[in-house]
């Protein structure tokens, strides 16, 4: 499904469909075919300050009513490549009107526009290799001063980054609400980015970012983890399916 034909109305009814088993840990109460998103926690309504009217509306008809959350919401979203990060950054920033930043999108634009920051980071995507920090770190800490509240796709990737993002979001005062990361399997990461075909998709350089993601990213889990701020979501299904754990999750988390 692309996602821009999935508007949050038909979310609904797609969602109601859908068969999903929450982690254990959060699990809902109700039977698992009988989960819709109008049956999560009024307790945890997500309220975001100004949240706008689209956003409002587009959780009122996605039984989501009263929408608005008090607090920012600051989210981390990991995974490998080809999990769907991307997809489901969308769909909360469909719902929450929640600026989604990828930072694998910005580099493919600055390459496009062949700026000096693209430049210097088109041989690293090309080859599925880290773009060294002294590129990447003065490009989130740029993005995320202009920013109250995100959805940091991308970043961080490393223990290093991870501990550099914690001292740029505490001296901007935006402590992080939670860390999101969907979980798939190997096989799932190559079947996946195969079909998708873009120019860095190839097998080998599939093959190259997921040594880099298993050596260099999951560690960054435990480190936030060890926050209280990690949330794991089981990321084989389908959008919709992956995209009400996230919503569910998130639901706990503000
Ligand atoms: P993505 O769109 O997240 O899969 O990123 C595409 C490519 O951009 C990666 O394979 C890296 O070459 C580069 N990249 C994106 N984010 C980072 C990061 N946080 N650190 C280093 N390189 C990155």
């Not at 975001?48 to 009513?65: C, E, K, V, Y």
């Not at 990447?136 to 959805?151: A, G, Y």
Request: proline share 7%; charged share 25%.
């Amino acid at each position: 499904m692309k996602i821009s034909s999935l508007t949050p109305v038909d979310f609904r009814p797609t969602l109601r469909a859908a068969r999903v088993n929450p982690p254990e840990s959060r699990a809902v109460q109700e039977p698992a075919d009988q989960i819709t998103l109008s049956a999560l926690p009024a307790s945890g309504d997500l309220r975001r300050a100004g949240a706008g009217a689209g956003a409002q509306a587009a959780a009122a008809s996605a039984g989501l009513a009263g929408l608005a959350m008090e607090q920012p919401l600051r989210m981390l979203l990991i995974g490998p490549p080809g999990s769907g990060k991307g997809t489901q950054a969308e769909i909360v920033d469909q719902f929450f009107e929640v600026p989604h930043i990828s930072t694998g999108q910005i580099l493919r634009n600055e390459i496009q526009q062949q700026t000096e920051l693209g430049k210097a980071a088109e041989e690293y995507v090309k080859a599925g290799k880290m773009v060294p920090d002294s590129i990447m770190l003065p490009m989130v800490d740029n993005r995320l001063e202009k920013e109250d509240s995100f959805i940091l796709d991308g970043f961080p990737r490393s223990i290093a980054q991870a501990q550099h993002l914690d001292a740029t979001l505490s001296r901007l005062n935006k402590p992080l609400t939670c860390v999101e990361t969907l979980e798939v399997s190997d096989e799932t990461v190559v079947k996946r980015l195969k079909e998708r075909g873009r120019e860095d998709d190839t097998e080998e350089v599939i093959r190259a970012r997921l040594k880099i993601y298993h050596e260099q990213t999951e560690p960054v889990m435990a480190h936030y983890q060890e926050q209280g701020l990690l949330d794991h979501i089981p990321a084989e299904g389908k959008v919709p399916e992956v995209g009400f754990y996230l919503v569910t999750c998130l639901n706990k988390r503000v």
